[in-house]
């Protein structure tokens, strides 16, 4: 029981609740009980849904995974990828139906972004950024679908947009810390003679005299720094515009601080525990950023 809840990855699920959450209680003032109904019936759809892809995320990275997380429920052996692909289906078919209850933009964005899941994890995980900027949306909509159960979705777009570029940064960074395990999938697919395309594989990999190399590894902490500074720079917009609060003022600017280190340490790193490092420095951030918005919107 504990492999499918670990496979679920339930923090993750749980930020993507508390993003729907905070969508939904910028647009909430004036409305009556339905509407913490419609909001927790979102919040319920997106947490089974982000499950869901985090499944299908976890039955495709086998390789990969039995150097990266070798205690994952799938390489450790304590689940099957049989089972695992079972438990994502029907967590998707949950998701979607829960959405299906609350309005049709609700239920549309609940299958596009599970449509988006699935193509990420079969499709482009191996295309550079542009799988990134697929996860970095998803992270992002959770405060558009949050909205959109109280059918308005104009003030979420902005926190949509901070959050995208946040984590844009963030799953950069991840995948420079995954890159020793990434590059032996990648030769485990070419030796079990994986048909796929040369021109997606070879966006990230190269084969040199010295091995399996990694592709403008130099270009990505650009791209992950730059992302995460133009993040600071708009994130004052929300109160400037109106969206949020003074309050929000004040706890963004922990959250600034924190990602400013995460860009010095991006230019830095070198190694994989640097790197992680990184990754938890963007997620730390991240989390604080959540508390700014929820704090915004209260105030």
Request: proline share 3%; hydrophobic share 55%.
């Amino acid at each position: 029981m504990f492999g499918y809840l670990q496979l679920l990855r339930p923090m993750n699920c749980l930020m993507t609740s508390v993003a729907v959450f905070i969508g939904g209680l910028l647009v909430m003032e004036g409305m009556g009980p339905e509407a913490l109904t419609a909001v927790g019936l979102a919040m319920a759809a997106a947490f089974l849904v982000t499950g869901a892809g985090n499944a299908i995320n976890d039955w495709t990275d086998l390789e990969s995974d039995k150097v990266n997380r070798p205690s994952r429920p799938i390489p450790s052996g304590r689940m099957s990828r049989r089972a695992a692909l079972i438990y994502a289906i029907i967590l998707f078919a949950l998701g979607t139906t829960i959405a299906g209850f609350i309005n049709w933009p609700a239920y549309i964005i609940a299958v596009f972004n599970s449509f988006v899941l699935i193509i990420y994890s079969t499709h482009l995980q191996d295309r550079v950024l542009v799988g990134n900027a697929a996860v970095s949306y998803l992270v992002g909509s959770g405060f558009l679908f949050g909205g959109a159960a109280l059918n308005n979705m104009a003030l979420p777009v902005m926190l949509m947009f901070l959050a995208g570029l946040a984590n844009m940064s963030r799953e950069i960074v991840k995948d420079l810390e995954d890159i020793e395990g990434d590059k032996a999938g990648f030769m485990k697919k070419l030796t079990n003679g994986v048909r796929r395309k040369v021109g997606t594989i070879s966006q990230r990999f190269g084969i040199s005299k010295g091995g399996v190399q990694l592709r403008h590894g130099s270009n990505l902490r650009v791209m992950a720094a730059l992302s995460l500074a133009l993040a600071i720079a708009i994130s004052p917009l929300p109160f400037l515009t109106g969206i949020l609060g003074f309050s929000y003022l004040l706890f963004l600017a922990p959250t600034d601080l924190v990602f400013l280190a995460a860009i010095y340490g991006t230019a830095k790193a070198r190694r994989k525990s640097g790197y992680g490092k990184v990754s938890r420095l963007i997620k730390i951030g991240m989390l604080l950023g959540l508390v700014a918005f929820i704090m915004g919107a209260l105030a």
